[in-house]
């Protein structure tokens, strides 16, 4: 049971925090992504890895699409928990993408033959999965916030 007690909620206002962290784990993600497609010889690898990045912003579409139009106009408060959640889900996906990748047979994916580039794409990889962990916790972070500053409606009180 949460005993935090609840801050008061305006309906219809924004909620900054969860979409400020939400906004920075997801662009800090493509940027990661993005460097480590430039990093890596160009190829199918470069297209995955910017790929990816592309992947980490859609995590904001659904902040976004409470911005424009009627019809996709979600509820401010509805947007940035909605927004964590698939940034959560996104990060678990990519760490699990990441860990096939590096523990796959013979040591990676590309089937590299030189020590350096092993240890070159097993650095990258390592600091990939890293920037997903501090995404999972931005996004858990981001519903945390979320949640404890939501009005709860309880007739009992």
Same mark, same amino acid.
């Given at each position: 049971?949460?005993?935090?007690?609840?801050?008061?909620?305006?309906?219809?206002?924004?909620?900054?925090?969860?979409?400020?962290?939400? /906004?920075? @784990?997801? @662009? /800090?993600?493509?940027? =990661?992504?993005?460097? @480590?497609?430039?990093?890596?010889?160009?190829?199918?690898? @470069?297209?995955?890895?910017?790929?990816?990045?592309?992947?980490?912003?859609?995590?904001?579409?659904?902040? =976004?699409?409470? $911005?424009?139009?009627?019809?996709?106009?979600?509820?401010?408060?509805? *947007?940035?928990?909605?927004? *964590? &959640?698939?940034?959560?889900?996104?990060?678990? =996906?990519?760490?699990?993408?990441? #860990?096939? $990748?590096?523990?796959?047979?013979?040591? /990676?994916?590309?089937?590299?033959?030189?020590?350096? &580039?092993?240890?070159?794409?097993?650095? =990258?990889? #390592?600091?990939?999965?890293?920037?997903? #962990?501090?995404? $999972?916790? *931005?996004?858990?972070?981001?519903?945390?916030? *979320?949640?404890?500053?939501?009005?709860?409606?309880?007739?009992?009180?």
């Amino acid at each position: 049971m949460n005993q935090q007690s609840r801050l008061p909620g305006r309906l219809g206002k924004t909620m900054p925090i969860p979409a400020g962290l939400v /906004g920075v @784990a997801a @662009a /800090g993600s493509a940027i =990661a992504h993005v460097t @480590a497609a430039a990093g890596t010889p160009a190829g199918v690898m @470069a297209w995955w890895m910017a790929a990816m990045g592309a992947a980490c912003l859609t995590c904001t579409a659904p902040m =976004a699409c409470s $911005l424009i139009g009627r019809r996709f106009r979600l509820c401010a408060r509805q *947007a940035a928990p909605r927004a *964590a &959640s698939h940034l959560l889900a996104m990060s678990a =996906a990519m760490i699990l993408i990441h #860990l096939v $990748l590096l523990l796959g047979p013979g040591g /990676g994916h590309h089937g590299y033959t030189r020590r350096a &580039s092993v240890a070159g794409h097993q650095a =990258a990889m #390592l600091t990939l999965i890293g920037v997903e #962990l501090l995404c $999972l916790l *931005a996004a858990s972070a981001a519903l945390r916030i *979320a949640r404890t500053s939501t009005p709860q409606l309880n007739p009992h009180h």
